[in-house]
């Protein structure tokens, strides 16, 4: 569901991401999002690859490319299954937001899209939510908000090998503000906002 706000609170979580934009928030910082890459999908801007002892020394290899050379027995890797999982996962979540956005496009272009807005929560119990949902490491950041949000249940995002007609129809409702029994609640938002404060 699509809606412009004015000065209204909510809570983002300020997540330890590598690609973060949002570093140096503190009480009383303003800044717009919606006009560029967020944190998160700005991981993708960059190449997933892993480093291997080669015949020429140690060297950086693609992702995709190091797993074919532990199957063809090229490359000895003690912690493979674990960086399979991280690279199947990598591309799912890819192949999950490139999907988001094509719904979007077509039946909410006026929402946010997840590849440029802010992550954000009404209340403070779903910031905590959110907070354990990523680890546990981050910041709850309190925010006086003014722009444009949609109001999601992430329940509805793809998390695992599914047909693709039903990742289809979760994204359909994702952008059509339907809410499952097991909701999990986010909101989008672009536009322009001020730190009110930071939590401990």
């Not at 999601?152 to 995002?157: E, N, Q, R, T, V």
Request: glycine share 6%; hydrophobic share 40%.
């Amino acid at each position: 569901m699509v809606e412009k706000i004015s000065e209204q609170k909510f809570f983002h979580v300020l997540h330890n991401h590598p690609h973060s934009t949002f570093e140096t928030l503190a009480d009383g910082t303003e800044f717009t999002v919606g006009n560029s890459t967020n944190p998160f999908f700005g991981f993708y801007e960059n190449i997933r690859e892993y480093d291997a002892n080669t015949l020429d020394g140690l060297k950086k290899i693609p992702a995709i490319q190091y797993i074919k050379g532990v199957r063809d027995e090229n490359l000895n890797v003690p912690n493979f299954p674990a960086i399979a999982c991280e690279v199947a996962v990598h591309y799912m979540m890819l192949a999950r937001e490139l999907i988001m956005e094509d719904i979007r496009q077509q039946i909410a272009p006026d929402a946010p899209s997840r590849k440029t807005s802010l992550w954000i929560v009404d209340n403070l119990e779903g910031a905590k939510f959110w907070l354990k949902h990523l680890g546990g490491e981050g910041t709850i950041v309190q925010l006086l908000a003014t722009g444009t949000i949609h109001s999601a249940d992430a329940s509805y995002l793809l998390g695992d090998s599914e047909p693709l007609t039903q990742t289809y129809n979760k994204a359909r409702s994702y952008w059509l503000g339907k809410t499952s029994d097991n909701a999990q609640p986010e909101i989008l938002f672009s536009g322009k906002a001020t730190v009110v404060k930071i939590l401990d």
